[in-house]
């Protein structure tokens, strides 16, 4: 059974920093794409970063410039660098893998989330 597991979440200053991990476990064959998404109180969850087989990375126009994405495949990690946060900020973080369990058998994984608080 694949699963993520995050973890780096916590309570920071505005304008501090945070690295948010995640790891893959479990049978997977190929990774397509990890992201980090994000969900606040009465939002929508919202796409914040993502990379794909090929390296392409994107990011949501409110985290580009302060937010860093990075994967390993060999590890099964994908990991979010956020400088600079923002009240806004504030959010519990999932993350997110596109993967092949076999050559014709994939999914959509999720892990259960990390709290990120960014308040004076």
């Known amino acids: 059974q694949v699963q ?13 920093s945070l690295k948010l991990s995640c790891v893959a476990s479990g049978s997977i064959f190929s990774i397509v794409a990890m992201g980090w998404y994000r969900q606040a109180p009465g939002q929508e969850r919202e796409m914040v970063a993502s990379i794909n087989a090929g390296q392409a990375i994107d990011y949501a126009d409110s985290v580009r410039g302060r937010f860093t994405i990075s994967r390993s495949n ?47």
């Open 4 to 16: 993520l597991a995050e973890s780096g979440g916590g309570l920071v200053q505005p304008g501090g």
């Open 74 to 120: 060999a590890e099964k990690m994908v990991s979010l660098q956020m400088n600079s946060l923002k009240p806004e900020d504030t959010a519990v973080y999932y993350c997110n893998m596109r993967a092949y369990e076999a050559p014709l058998k994939w999914g959509d994984y999720w892990g259960q989330g990390t709290q990120v608080t960014v308040s004076s």
